[in-house]
């Protein structure tokens, strides 16, 4: 639980005065809800717009003569073939080819980057980043940022209101708005959204005109988490792990094929004989029958009774209106619509292969 | 005249000629969230002080609620099948969990009164 080391928010006031309710995630000190509940927050979400504090997560510049380079050594990347710009979900992998953590790139210059990493992995990717640059003419710099996501067909109106206009920029493309801001058409919802990491003090201004918006909520973790299990995107530490590679996990469309073929990235061979034999297991959608959810950690069988894989994700999907899930099977099983079974206390819980999203994505690509 | 105990676990228990109807109290509901799911024993499960009598299922977690004495199960709420948001709105009414013929009544005697109870989350 929460220790003597355990981080704080820089806005962590604020949240306490809007009546957070916190917990421990990834060694932070998290808001998990707000007075309005998980499922308001999640149905806010997707009716209007969304405050997340996500200061948790890390964000990296990595500049030098040889970033690029660099980037494709540690990354499965074409990082010079990213326009100014423009965005991109990549990993870093280990020898086997396991996922040590997913990232967003973006291109700000011609040899500069953004990358995005996890709280959890910040740390260890940083350390990671650090080791590689070592070969490389390039610098890597942790930026002490708050990070802000405002996520919802409402977010861009509410963030013109408070007189940042985003009108021109693409989902996956980011730039810098003003000086040490970093704004990127993203999120982890499935909705039309922004990321901000900014200077504290922007940031408790940004703040105080968002929540003057009748459209604009905070959003705590619980809801964060139901939103992006609906949409259908990983959780590192979960759904992707050291243990799984890109292609099981069904992320290999962030993978160029020219760039598997021949990429000199960690982890490119054991990735390349992966895909050779194909994954025994497959990251799919899981819709549980009824109403009763299935947990991440749940046992699943197939109709014969033998073990058939096992849920990574699970919870209950506000916007779905049912149960949701997600997890990993053996491969033959990894078709929409093949039934399978959890083990829930004891009882089998029937489960549907779903496609994924469970909630359609509603991206502004152009 | 029904009395009303509390424990420790954050339940409430009304008893009424041997029979204790059994919820969780308002700030557990709070602490739990907006519930999706309630699993619910079968009629006539005995259970021992102590064993897992409902799960109850918020957006995020599941969370044992344990029988706080000894008895058999006479019924379960099963208005909360259709709707487990009851628990939320109404914790210690309409959203009660279920009704157990008590074994052993002197096992109230360690419980808390409201008063207690409100003294014990502070």
Redesign the interface.
Known sequence: MTGDDTKHLPLEDIHVAAGARFGAFAGWSMPL?YPA???KE?LHTREHAGLFDISHMKLFEVSGPEAVSLLNRACPLDAGALEISQSKLSFFLNEAGGILDDLIVTRLGDQRFMVVANAGNAVADEKHLRALAADFDAKVEPLERVFLAIQGPEAWAALSRAGIETGSLLFMHGVEPRQNWFMSRSGYTGEDGFEIGLPETDARDLVAKLLGDERVLWIGL??R??LRLEAGLCLHGQDITPETDPASAGLMWAIPKEIRASGAFIGADALRAALERGPAQKRVGLKPEG???V?AGAALFDADGKPAGHVTSG??G?SAGH?VAMGYVATPLAKPGTRVFADV?GTKIPVDISSLPFTPHRYRKG | MAKTYFTEDHEWLRVEGGIATVGITNYAQEQLGDLVFVELPETGKKLAKGDTAVVVESVKAASDVYAPADGEITEANGTLSSDPSLVNSAATGAGWLWKMKLANESQLEGLMDEAAYLAHIG
Do not use: C, E, I, Y
Request: glycine content about 12%.
């Open positions: 809800t509940g998980v499922m999640h619980a809801a988490d139901s109403r009763q959810p947990r919870g209950f506000p149960p206390r």
